[in-house]
């Protein structure tokens, strides 16, 4: 079992420190290695990822339901509005693009910034699994904060809203940040725990005869709406049909942020260096478990950030369907992972997310083409498999690498297997 | 009024005890299986494919065995050939297994629902539990025990076979050395891969049963997400449970119990606070990796790939 005789795999691929000298083509140098390994992976392995994911959907679409999966992924970037960039668009179909792209952007908001959230712990050799109960947790200060401070002047009850949404995120991550840094105990496994106990807290507060329920409408679990003054300014689009919100700054903002803090910062710094080599980060004198708290607090005020953006831009009340069927915490793990943990990546596999979730969604898929139900299946079904082959950027390296011994094998006809 | 509490119990505890004990075999062995959920996930939906298919629950369990172990194997690939990160593949595992069981589902059955008549795994009637004297124990045994689902009983013998496996024979000793010192065991001459790939596929096999146990057992249908997180709680009764069947068999109880009484609750006081029974898994679980009550420890070599040499 431990070596099956599979064509496919050959041997056991082995870089980024492959046993140098088993390369009959002429072991390339370490410096080369690892210059393929950079450039291979700053932009080729999330591109061959992502078209990995999407050519094994389009697989499934083919094999379950027959249709083109060409023709099915057209009308999905159909959906995403994505079309009104092109400038040649013009009319009705610009109208309906236009109103389209505000729900892929809308999406997108939240996407960039739980993506963030899981990048900054990452960057700290942390894995915040955690977004999702953080992003609850936002959600719900969010929600308390916009119907309590009611009267007073927008921007100020805005920013009261977002600031707490966003503290209480960090603060929720800061206790698995904490218990690492006392205990030791692994954020996995308190992350994990944190976001059950996020969503049950969740449904109790917003549940029939919780706390936070509508008082003048106990039929349905959900909280009331947030005051006027709370919810955020449209600025494209009709505010009456989820134009996109103000958010959107913030979520770009927040990509500056990320990369400021990180790469320009002392805490940035500390960061970086407790996620290369902890023990290393320790001897040069670093607080490491200082770090490890920070680093998830900050990582959960982003997540909190997304709560509050979605809750006091379009939401605004919290349902307990959104409180136990939200799944965009998980999607940042994604957005993170295909971005590498880069503000630009995560700028553009979060509008690749945000656009693949709204085009499947029954609101924009057409569904003579393709039944959006399944279609938002496939949308996890690629979501799974982009973080799987993410993960194992050992394969598409691997890819990468036949194609190019491929290359070299059709010119020198001499070269041959030695063996493995 | 306890014999119904009791009965609620164990069947809200034997998934967990199913899932719990594939983890077990796969994080003694050294990889984390985060990716549970997702396994129970296709048992649940190809355990009722799988019996409308074959017309029998036998077909409809070894289905979706099947289907688990297959997702298992796609992991252990994933987390021992290439090496990946074990806790990404894991959470692929569980999107993966959410999409395509979704995708499958609407595909297959639409908005329909599964068909109704499928062969329910059976229960196991016992008649002779309330003879034992005195007749309020016997009356006791036979409401709690009398009734029980064949897979309940399976979940008991699955959990002395493991604990005999696992600390009494060679196999158990070599799958905790792997898990524990890979290295070592690769040098005394066990096949550190052949054994974690074993160990996973099986883990595999057993959240499947679990899964099978919750859609063909018990409601007798899919619906998408059935889970709901259940591969979580059972992680979190191996963790609360230090690794051990015993240990996470108990664990397995308690939680169920807490969710049996959330499900209760609100029938006495009509209110949403039993909801918060739901979360007292995972706060224990928290407190116990917390080290506040006994820490519990997992294998060492747990989590990381193994390279050979």
């Known amino acids: ?420 | 009024m306890w014999s119904a509490l009791l009965s609620a119990t164990l069947r809200s505890a034997t998934p967990l005890t199913f899932a719990a004990i594939g983890g077990l075999f796969s994080e003694r062995s050294g990889v984390v299986n985060i990716g549970l959920e997702g396994m129970m996930l296709m048992g649940a939906f190809f355990a009722i494919w799988g019996a409308d298919r074959t017309h029998s629950w036998v077909g409809g369990l070894l289905i979706a065995m099947a289907a688990g172990g297959a997702l298992a194997l796609v992991y252990a690939y994933f987390a021992i050939q290439l090496r990946a990160d074990q806790i990404v593949g894991g959470t692929a595992i569980n999107f993966l297994a959410l999409g395509l069981t979704g995708y499958l589902y609407i595909d297959i059955y639409g908005v329909q629902g599964t068909p109704n008549n499928l062969p329910g795994i059976p229960d196991v009637h016992i008649s002779w539990l309330e003879k034992i004297p005195p007749h309020g124990l016997g009356r006791f045994l036979q409401d709690s025990f009398g009734q029980m689902n064949l897979m309940i009983w399976m979940s008991f013998v699955l959990l002395v076979v493991t604990w005999l496996l696992m600390f009494k024979t060679p196999m158990g000793l070599r799958i905790r050395a792997v898990g524990e010192h890979p290295r070592a065991a690769d040098t005394v001459g066990i096949s550190v891969y052949r054994v974690r790939y074993g160990s996973v596929t099986l883990s595999g096999v057993l959240a499947a049963l679990g899964g099978a146990y919750l859609s063909l057992g018990f409601v007798h249908s899919f619906s998408e997400n059935m889970t709901a997180g259940r591969g979580f709680i059972a992680l979190a009764a191996l963790i609360f449970g230090g690794w051990r069947p015993f240990g996470a068999f108990g664990a397995a109880l308690l939680f169920g119990f807490s969710s049996a009484l959330a499900r209760r609750l609100p029938d006495a006081y009509g209110s949403s606070a039993g909801t918060l029974f739901e979360a007292l898994p995972y706060v224990l679980t928290l407190i116990a990796v917390a080290g506040v009550i006994g820490r519990s420890i997992p294998p060492a070599a747990v989590g990381r790939p193994y390279k050979k040499q």
């Open chain 1, 1 to 420: 079992m431990s070596e099956p005789p599979s064509e496919e795999r050959v041997e056991p691929p082995s870089p980024p420190e492959p046993a140098a000298g088993e390369n009959p083509l002429g072991a390339p140098s370490v410096a080369a290695r690892f210059a393929l390994y950079q450039r291979a992976g700053g932009i080729v392995t999330p591109l061959i990822t992502a078209a990995l994911a999407f050519a094994v959907g389009g697989l499934v679409v083919l094999a379950s339901t027959g249709k083109n999966p060409l023709s099915t992924y057209q009308a999905i970037f159909n959906g995403t509005g994505l079309k009104w960039l092109f400038p040649w668009v013009t009319g009705a179909a610009r109208a309906q693009a236009a109103l389209n792209l505000q729900q892929t952007l809308l999406l997108t908001i939240p996407l960039v910034l739980t993506g963030l959230a899981v990048a900054f712990a990452f960057r700290c050799g942390l894995f915040n699994i955690g977004g999702q109960g953080q992003y609850i947790v936002g959600s719900l200060v969010a929600v308390q904060a916009g119907i309590w401070f009611a009267g007073i002047s927008r921007p100020v009850h805005i920013l009261i809203a977002v600031a707490l949404a966003a503290i209480a995120g960090g603060l929720w991550a800061g206790i698995a940040g904490f218990l690492r840094a006392t205990v030791g105990a692994h954020e996995v496994i308190t992350t994990i725990m944190l976001n059950w106990i996020a969503l049950w807290i969740g449904s109790y507060m917003v549940g029939f005869g919780g706390p936070l329920q509508n008082p003048k409408d106990n039929s349905i679990p959900a909280t009331a709406d947030i005051a006027h003054s709370a919810t955020l300014p449209v600025f494209w689009g009709d505010p009456v049909l989820q134009g996109l919100h103000i958010g959107f700054f913030v979520a770009i903002g927040a990509l500056a942020v990320f990369w400021v803090i990180l790469n320009r910062t002392t805490l940035g710094y500390e960061v970086r260096a407790v996620g290369f080599n902890a023990e290393a980060a320790r001897y040069g004198g670093i607080a490491v478990g200082r770090s490890y708290f920070t680093a998830m607090a900050i990582s959960g005020a982003f997540a909190g950030l997304a709560g509050s953006l979605d809750l006091l831009g379009w939401e605004f009340h919290l349902d307990l369907t959104v409180v136990q069927g939200s799944t965009i915490g998980f999607f940042g793990i994604a957005v993170a992972l295909l971005g590498r943990n880069s503000s630009v990546g995560i700028a553009c596999s979060a509008l690749l997310f945000g656009a693949l979730i709204n085009g499947t969604s029954t609101r924009t898929l057409d569904p003579s083409v393709f039944q959006p139900e399944l279609a938002g299946n496939l949308t996890r079904i690629i979501q799974g498999l982009v973080v799987l082959f993410v993960g194992a950027d050992v394969l598409v390296l691997y890819l990468w690498q036949a194609r190019r011994k491929v290359r070299r094998r059709v010119r020198p006809a001499s070269a041959k297997e030695v063996g493995t």
